[in-house]
Antibody, heavy 119, light 109 residues
Framework: EVQLVESGGGLVKPGGSLRLSCAAS????????MSWVRQAPGKGLEWVGR??????????DYIAPVQGRFTISRDDSKNTLYLQMNSLKTDDTAVYYC??????????WGQGTLVTVSS | QSALTQPRSVSGSPGQSVTISCTGT?????????VSWYQQYPGTAPKLIIY???KRPSGVPDRFSGSKSGNTASLTISGLQADDEADYYC?????????FGTGTKVTVL
């Protein structure tokens, strides 16, 4: 059974940093394309970014609002995905989901972790 | 990349059919057959119900069906049931990134 478990969310001041983790079981993160998706309170889903599998180069892509501030990485020894978030803004307040991308669709999702950016 | 456009809400009585549209551009919906649909109940993670425009994952009832014409994809729920009441999101590959729809709340009257 595949499980994705996020952690690391919390309250942070504008301009601050936070690192989210996503521990995987039942799949090997280095073999998969993984994404982060966020959902602001009462709002819709927003795709944040993606890291390709190791065999596909492990490159990353991000949406414009987070480009240069957010970084997706992976620790293969821990089978864990990360989202490093710097220079946080109030607009970044959301539940952040870790998810597996499989040939154009997201087939596994974590339960989400809430990030609140507020002074 | 702008969000795909979905109606804010649709409703129907039990047993009826409802259709949700998802309008994008030739750079996303119209350019790829990687359109997927997700069902989300309040406070829970989304669940994949349609992928590659028309395919259903194992375990998803055949009451759910997808289609696409040009830059618009659609999700049809036939034989509406009470537990279909949820939020629905489309999603399309857009060349190196993905874009979600604005979301549609389905209400079962």
């Amino acid at each position: 059974e595949v499980q994705l478990v996020e952690s690391g969310g919390g309250l942070v001041k504008p301009g601050g940093s936070l690192r989210l983790s996503c521990a995987a079981s039942g799949l090997t993160l280095s073999n998969d394309w993984m994404s982060w998706v966020r959902q602001a309170p009462g709002k819709g889903l927003e795709w944040v970014g993606r890291i390709k599998s190791r065999t596909d180069g492990g490159t990353t892509d991000y949406i414009a609002p987070v480009q240069g501030r957010f970084t997706i990485s992976r620790d293969d020894s821990k089978n864990t995905l990360y989202l490093q978030m710097n220079s946080l803004k109030t607009d970044d307040t959301a539940v952040y989901y870790c998810a597996r991308v499989n040939s154009g669709r997201i087939d596994y999702w974590g339960q989400g972790t809430l990030v609140t950016v507020s002074s | 990349q702008s969000a795909l456009t979905q109606p804010r809400s649709v409703s129907g009585s039990p047993g009826q059919s409802v259709t949700i549209s998802c309008t994008g551009t030739s750079s996303d919906v119209g350019g790829y057959n990687y359109v997927s649909w997700y069902q989300q109940y309040p406070g829970t993670a989304p669940k994949l119900i349609i992928y590659d425009v028309t395919k259903r994952p194992s375990g998803v009832p055949d009451r759910f069906s997808g289609s696409k014409s040009g830059n618009t994809a659609s999700l049809t729920i036939s034989g509406l049931q009470a537990d279909d009441e949820a939020d629905y999101y489309c999603c399309s590959y857009a060349g190196s990134l993905y874009v979600f729809g604005t979301g549609t709340k389905v209400t079962v009257l």
